[in-house]
């Protein structure tokens, strides 16, 4: 879901999102337990390596691997 998007409304009709439709919380940490923790609380959770590239992490085990790498903790809100 972006901002400008079209998208049916459940009365049949075209409608866009809008910024307040759309509500974005992101973090960045190299706290491996706060990664795990967001995880845990249903947040999607991503890991930087230094090559540059950013995968995103699904378990307790692929955040400790990634222990002193920098974590993105993303979640979107879906509201209206």
Same mark, same amino acid.
């Given at each position: 879901m972006k901002v400008g998007e079209a998208y049916v409304g459940e009365d049949g009709q075209w409608s866009y999102y809008t910024e307040k439709d759309v509500m974005k919380?992101? =973090? *960045? *940490?190299y706290n491996s337990e706060f990664?795990? =923790?967001a995880l845990a609380e249903g947040f999607t959770v991503y890991v930087t390596h230094p090559d540059g590239s950013?995968?995103?992490?699904?378990n307790a085990w692929e955040i400790a691997d990634a222990d002193g790498h920098?974590?993105?903790?993303?979640?979107?809100n879906h509201n209206g």
């Open positions: 919380f992101e =973090h *960045t *940490t990664a795990l =923790h950013v995968d995103q992490v699904f920098l974590f993105v903790i993303r979640k979107e």
